[in-house]
């Protein structure tokens, strides 16, 4: 892949940077991808060829303060689909879809929100969903908890964390993984340190930290605050894939996004947890570009 692709910007209407990279066809049915937390434009299906032999142009895009892209002081939720439109307009795309892993979730879903008459579908994989609802917190593990209410309440606690993770992060990687992770099901161990999928990880969180923390803790304290729309307002058809043994973002988070947004279609997956989706590319974009 030549590195002309994957280290893009786009300078955006008010001078910053937005970072992107596109693997697959450049001609093919554009899809727009929301990397998860403290992730990065590098997040992306392990086996490319198989998003040329679909027809995909995979379009990865760095949030603001990740990677490529330039830190967004006081940032919305809702300030995301100006972005994804000014880079569609860009690359000269009309009609696109749009994913989201994780803290990408909520990304895709207020694009789907708010650009109704652009976005064709939408999908979510281990997606929070809004951390106001009734028994947000259940079944969190202990850091995420810590993680998600300082995110709401203390902000300045989710910096100091973020901080502190992008110095472990960005040293022994493999050992600060080996600590993160101690805790995952043995299914999402089994995917994330497949060779192939544990080298995209790396490089995308690495990628995702390399400007600094703020970025992530910004990232955290959006979803974890009100998001700034009703998802039960998305119109276009959306693909929720969750894990039934996912620890960091528990199942009924996705029974919650599933009872509220209005038109889903959903896969729940037994004995998988939050990292399923580095082994399911090929069946959540085949799902995702469908006309079903």
């Known amino acids: 892949m030549p590195t002309d692709r994957i280290n893009q910007t786009v300078t955006l209407k008010d001078g910053r940077r937005l970072g992107f990279a596109e693997y697959g066809v450049r001609t093919g049915r554009p899809v727009f991808h929301f990397h998860g937390s403290a992730s990065s434009r590098f997040e992306h299906p392990s086996a490319e060829s198989m998003l040329d032999q679909m027809g995909i142009r995979f379009i990865s895009v760095d949030r603001p303060g990740h990677g490529l892209s330039d830190f967004q002081p006081q940032r919305r939720l809702v300030d995301w689909p100006g972005d994804v439109c000014y880079l569609a307009d860009h690359l000269g795309i009309g009609e696109f879809y749009v994913e989201g892993y994780s803290a990408g979730g909520p990304h895709a879903l207020v694009c789907a929100h708010q650009l109704p008459e652009r976005v064709l579908a939408g999908a979510v994989y281990?997606?929070?969903a809004p951390m106001n609802r009734p028994g947000a917190y259940r079944g969190l593990p202990f850091f995420n908890r810590v993680l998600a209410k300082s995110a709401r309440w203390f902000p300045w606690f989710t910096k100091l964390i973020r901080w502190q993770m992008r110095g472990m992060v960005m040293g022994d990687i493999e050992k600060t993984t080996r600590q993160l992770m101690s805790s995952i099901p043995a299914a999402d161990k089994a995917v994330l340190y497949a060779p192939q999928d544990f080298e995209i990880f790396v490089s995308a969180v690495r990628e995702g930290l390399r400007p600094g923390s703020r970025g992530v803790a910004c990232d955290d304290i959006l979803i974890n605050q009100a998001w700034g729309f009703d998802p039960a307002g998305v119109q276009p058809r959306i693909d929720i894939w969750h894990g039934e043994a996912d620890v960091n973002v528990p199942l009924h988070a996705a029974r919650f996004l599933c009872a509220v947004i209005p038109h889903t279609h959903v896969t729940f997956l037994p004995g998988?947890?939050?990292?399923?989706?580095?082994?399911?590319?090929?069946?959540?974009?085949s799902r995702l570009v469908s006309e079903a």
Request: hydrophobic share 45%; charged share 5%; proline share 0%.
């Open 272 to 285: 998988k947890g939050h990292f399923f989706l580095f082994s399911c590319w090929q069946n959540v974009l």
């Open 126 to 128: 281990g997606c929070v």
